[in-house]
């Protein structure tokens, strides 16, 4: 299967640049994978799509603000993103600058791209493959809170504003980790919440800490020689126990994002639901048995993306290439900031 089998065209505006005012007002297409269908309808819609026997599985991730700026010993400018916190002190990270940063050189943070430096500082004491190994002798989640940019992603081309530590998050993110958010869980507003629970839709929430890996393009031709970059999660005994008295009173279980679902399959690569904790690297694309998922919500997704090959293995390729192709004639918006989709899957993905 050759990474091009996952293409499709799409106009440059049709990429969300902003967040709506409202997070529940995004429009919803449908995919029925078992039918070899397609609907059109509005994320406030969903409580209609859901049964009260049902199980949404949320990812509770924070994201961030991960993106910091600095300035060299000798003058140059550099970008970090941070990838993940190793300790109180110290983290994995990607930097750019025009010159490769060297282990023992120091860096001063600046508040924005162009400002002169602050006292702050952190020192690069090393790789760790692609990675960049830092440290500071201050805290670094404090650090961050004071100076750090939301990472947006690199396709929303402007600069992070001080909304976006609202809305790149969602309402119940409660674990920081993340450098990009589980962007299906944006959609969801504290009211449409409160509505899904009068129904007796019940919840679970998972962790995986979505990382800038997220955002690499599938470099090699042959997909199944693609290499996935590693996310932090934990699935705990209770979402187990959720499931089982999902599946025990005949409902479905809806994962929220691509990240749920890999965490939920994650935790079932052995053919059994259990407790997980510690790194994934799974990927999912067609010809996958789905272990736990009856359903997803999810954003739209990149061209030859690892995320577009996930749910075509859910709703199969051609209906999925389909349904963008319809949400591209019909002016959807597109990815972080975009719009959703609501998938059910095709006989094959359907769990056992």
């Known amino acids: 299967m050759q990474r091009s089998d996952f293409s499709y065209e799409l106009p440059q505006e049709l990429i969300a640049q902003q967040?709506?005012?409202?997070?529940s007002a995004s429009r919803l297409l449908c995919v029925n994978g078992g039918a070899d269908t397609m609907a059109h309808r509005q994320f406030s819609n969903l409580p209609s799509l859901l049964n009260p026997d049902d199980l949404l599985v949320f990812n509770n991730t924070r994201v961030l603000p991960a993106r910091l700026y600095g300035v060299k010993e000798t003058g140059g400018r550099v970008e970090i993103l941070i990838e993940r916190l190793t300790s109180e002190n110290s983290a994995l990270a990607h930097i750019r600058a025009s010159k490769t940063p060297r282990a023992g050189q120091t860096i001063a943070l600046a508040e924005q791209a162009d400002s002169p430096a602050t006292e702050l500082t952190v020192s690069v004491d090393g790789r760790e493959g692609e990675l960049f190994q830092i440290s500071s002798t201050a805290a670094l989640g404090p650090m961050l809170a004071k100076i750090g940019h939301m990472p947006l992603p690199p396709y929303i081309d402007r600069a992070d504003a001080i909304e976006d530590r609202e809305?790149?998050?969602?309402?119940?993110?409660?674990?920081?980790?993340a450098v990009a958010a589980p962007t299906a869980g944006l959609h969801f507003d504290h009211a449409l919440l409160d509505?899904?629970?009068?129904?007796?839709?019940?919840?679970?929430?998972?962790?995986?800490?979505?990382g800038a890996g997220t955002f690499q393009p599938v470099r090699s031709d042959d997909i199944r020689e693609h290499q996935m970059h590693a996310e932090y999660l934990e699935v705990d005994q209770s979402v187990c126990d959720a499931i089982a008295a999902t599946r025990e009173r005949g409902g479905r279980v809806v994962a929220v994002g691509t990240t749920a679902v890999r965490s939920l399959e994650t935790a079932a690569a052995s053919g059994r639901l259990a407790p997980y904790v510690g790194d994934t690297?799974?990927?999912?694309?067609?010809?996958?048995?789905?272990?736990?998922?009856?359903?997803?919500?999810t954003n739209f997704h990149l061209p030859e993306s690892t995320l577009l090959m996930l749910v075509s293995a859910f709703c199969g390729r051609d209906l999925m290439l389909d349904a963008y192709k319809a949400a591209v004639a019909e002016r959807y918006r597109f990815f972080s900031y975009g719009d959703a989709m609501f998938l059910t899957p095709t006989p094959e993905a359907r769990p056992q």
């Open 167 to 177: 809305r790149y998050q969602t309402v119940y993110a409660k674990r920081e980790g």
């Open 281 to 297: 690297r799974l990927f999912i694309y067609p010809g996958y048995a789905f272990q736990c998922v009856d359903a997803m919500i």
């Open 195 to 210: 509505t899904l629970d009068n129904m007796g839709v019940r919840r679970a929430q998972v962790t995986l800490h979505v």
């Open 19 to 23: 967040p709506l005012s409202e997070r």
